[in-house]
């Protein structure tokens, strides 16, 4: 709205209305706020993003210099290269094997220790201790505990009949080796978000389930999975986006080995540019690793969500 006033040499002059004077100040000082965070997101997240977007249309040198402008053809050649589609497979058989299976113990591992018992402090310390180790560490003592001729996995297999087990050189067992290692590193930290969110649900909700009589499992779907589900989805989402990103036991325990059975896409992209030097080709790989975990985000938020009770 505009204010219209009156004076002598002017009969009627119109001046701009306050607010919509307030208002360009208030912008400017919203940006200033936000242009910290502006310019460390553009230059360690947006530039490399349309960096790489950039590349994968490209044939590279060595350097990563572009060559040639190919199009999409880094793409279309990737959708039949046998070994990428191996990696693609990879990729999803480990997020399938690691997420559901990590979140459902770390899930109970939460349900037990929340219960108020008598040194159970102990027993959350030793639960949530693996998110204190390094993937590097932790990779280690995994390696050695899956050696076939010292490894105590094996041993304890021996006692009960089974034949020693090449754990990271068997294709047939590799993937699941490497699996039940990751599940072991993240279940710390998924077990202390699970935890947080038992212990953030309303005590109040309980005592008039008890008073009521209704049992434990009962109490368990209809209070406690509810007013959980918001920070189930949250470690959900992370759990997805972490496995599809994994790399660090992959390198230190098998390589993407034995015959790429374990040759997840990351560890693709990193063979292709740091070892084969073809970087147009693991730009292209990671510009389809991006679009699968945006796919796979966009998937939860759009049928994940509508189940989330929030208070």
């Known amino acids: ?10 009969p ?11 208002s360009m100040p208030t912008i400017i000082v919203g940006l200033s706020y936000l242009l910290p965070s502006l310019l460390l997101f553009s230059v360690f997240l947006f530039y490399p993003m349309i960096k790489t977007l950039y590349l994968s249309l490209f044939i590279t040198d060595t350097q990563g210099n572009p060559l040639n402008f190919v199009g999409l053809q880094n793409f279309l050649y990737l959708f039949t290269d046998p070994n990428f589609l191996q990696s693609m497979k990879a990729t999803f058989l480990f997020v399938l094997y690691t997420v559901p299976i990590g979140l459902i113990i770390a899930l109970f591992l939460a349900l037990i220790a929340n219960e108020k018992l008598k040194g159970i402090g102990f027993f959350r310390t030793m639960f949530s201790s693996t998110m204190g180790m ?14 076939p001729t010292i490894g105590v996995i094996n041993k304890v297999l021996n006692l009960v009949g089974i034949h020693d087990v090449q754990w990271l050189l068997d294709p047939k067992y590799a993937l699941v080796a490497v699996s039940i290692s ?46 959980l589900s918001p920070t189930l989805f949250f ?15 992959i390198d230190i325990l098998t390589k993407g080995g034995p015959t790429d059975s374990t040759n997840v896409i990351v560890y693709s992209i990193y063979k292709d540019a740091f070892v084969n030097y073809n970087v147009g080709s693991a730009s292209a790989q990671a510009t389809i690793l991006f679009f699968c975990i945006l796919l796979v985000t966009a998937l939860q938020f759009k049928l994940g969500e509508r189940k989330v009770h929030y208070q």
């Open 1 to 10: 709205m505009s204010a219209v006033t009156k004076t002598a040499n002017s």
């Open 12 to 22: 009627v002059s119109v001046s701009a209305n306050p607010k919509e004077k307030k």
């Open 134 to 147: 390094s993937v590097a560490a932790s990779s280690v003592i995994w390696m050695f505990m899956y050696n």
């Open 182 to 227: 990751t599940i072991w590193m993240n279940i710390g930290f998924t077990f202390l978000i699970l935890l947080g969110g038992l212990q953030n649900i309303d005590e109040k909700l309980y005592e008039n389930a008890r008073i009521a009589g209704v049992s434990y499992w009962y109490q368990l779907r209809k209070i406690t999975l509810p007013m």
């Open 235 to 249: 470690i959900i989402t992370v759990s997805f986006i972490n496995a599809f990103q994994t790399f660090g036991q």
